[in-house]
């Protein structure tokens, strides 16, 4: 049994719970693959590692890949599969499987959004981000950074620890539900707000302002999100480029974009010369 199997079935929970369909919005799902756009998707053979209910791969698919294919170790494959054929998708894949071990031929790109972080061994995931990209292909990645989420980590964190041995319905309907709610105001204030300048030091300023374009359904999602899983890790600036300094990766390809301060998004190229296993 992998070591993120609790983890996986914890947000099974979350994703199977969900009503049909993407929960993001088209500008989201651009904004998180920024700077690669629909077009580096066109034609190609993707993967995405933690792939949950296929709320990102519904609209990966819509992009014109050659072909799709998401891995996820949760039996959010369930709701994946049903997400993919209701939106009419076609020539894609669901694999239930754990990521970390997950090899293939090789993919032209292969992606990981809001996984990593949640593994026992965020490095062994990322791992397999590179060893499942064929060689001259792209991968792309984001995870929760340790900059920028001190209020989180000491707040949100510990109370995580509690709840993720709840039952999912507690710690969805009798915790987040209403717990979620100061902030949903907040970060509304913050927007309506925004064209004050003293304001852009407050806490999660920048992620209130992206976060506050959505309803409160979503809010409560993002925090039983939070509250759910067994396993959060927060990632610095350094750690990130040291997986950049991999051996299989060009080094002339990377970037690094700190996201809504307090995440990071980043990737490459694998070098033509790289081996395609291992």
Same mark, same amino acid.
């Given at each position: 049994m992998s070591g993120d199997t609790a983890t996986a079935e914890a947000f099974a929970t979350s994703w199977n719970n969900l009503p049909g369909g993407s929960v993001y919005t088209?500008?989201?799902?651009?904004?998180?693959?920024?700077?690669?756009?629909?077009?580096?998707?066109?034609?190609?053979?993707?993967? *995405?590692?933690?792939?949950?209910?296929?709320?990102?791969?519904?609209?990966?698919? /819509?992009?014109?890949?050659?072909?799709?294919e998401g891995v996820d170790l949760g039996a959010s494959v369930l709701a994946a599969e049903?997400?993919?054929?209701?939106?009419?998708? *076609?020539?894609?894949?669901?694999?239930?499987?754990?990521?970390?071990?997950?090899? /293939?031929?090789?993919?032209?790109?292969?992606?990981?959004?809001?996984?990593?972080?949640?593994?026992? /061994?965020?490095?062994?995931?990322?791992?397999?981000?590179i060893a499942n990209v064929r060689p001259g292909g792209r991968f792309h990645c984001w995870v929760y950074a340790r900059e920028g989420n001190g209020i989180i980590i000491w707040l949100v964190d510990p109370l995580r620890k509690i709840t993720s041995h709840f039952p999912w319905w507690v710690t969805k309907y009798l915790i987040a539900t209403p717990l979620v709610l100061p902030y949903y105001f907040y970060a509304k204030a913050l927007r309506w707000l925004r064209h004050l300048p003293w304001l852009r030091k407050a806490p999660l300023y920048d992620y209130s302002l992206w976060i506050a374009q959505r309803d409160y359904a979503f809010f409560r999602h993002v925090a039983f999100d939070q509250l759910v899983?067994?396993?959060?890790?927060?990632?610095?600036?350094?750690?990130?480029? *040291?997986?950049?300094?991999?051996?299989?990766?060009?080094?002339?390809?990377?970037y690094l974009i700190f996201r809504n301060g307090n995440s990071w998004k980043f990737g490459g190229t694998v070098r033509s010369d790289a081996i395609a296993f291992g």
């Amino acid at each position: 049994m992998s070591g993120d199997t609790a983890t996986a079935e914890a947000f099974a929970t979350s994703w199977n719970n969900l009503p049909g369909g993407s929960v993001y919005t088209r500008a989201q799902v651009q904004e998180w693959f920024a700077p690669l756009t629909e077009s580096d998707f066109r034609d190609k053979t993707i993967l *995405e590692l933690g792939c949950g209910n296929a709320s990102l791969l519904v609209h990966v698919a /819509s992009w014109k890949p050659a072909r799709v294919e998401g891995v996820d170790l949760g039996a959010s494959v369930l709701a994946a599969e049903t997400n993919m054929r209701a939106a009419g998708h *076609e020539n894609y894949t669901i694999t239930r499987a754990d990521l970390t071990s997950f090899r /293939s031929d090789g993919f032209d790109l292969v992606y990981s959004i809001g996984v990593l972080h949640h593994l026992k /061994s965020p490095k062994s995931g990322f791992e397999s981000v590179i060893a499942n990209v064929r060689p001259g292909g792209r991968f792309h990645c984001w995870v929760y950074a340790r900059e920028g989420n001190g209020i989180i980590i000491w707040l949100v964190d510990p109370l995580r620890k509690i709840t993720s041995h709840f039952p999912w319905w507690v710690t969805k309907y009798l915790i987040a539900t209403p717990l979620v709610l100061p902030y949903y105001f907040y970060a509304k204030a913050l927007r309506w707000l925004r064209h004050l300048p003293w304001l852009r030091k407050a806490p999660l300023y920048d992620y209130s302002l992206w976060i506050a374009q959505r309803d409160y359904a979503f809010f409560r999602h993002v925090a039983f999100d939070q509250l759910v899983t067994p396993q959060t890790s927060y990632l610095d600036k350094t750690t990130v480029e *040291e997986w950049l300094h991999h051996s299989k990766i060009a080094a002339d390809s990377t970037y690094l974009i700190f996201r809504n301060g307090n995440s990071w998004k980043f990737g490459g190229t694998v070098r033509s010369d790289a081996i395609a296993f291992g």
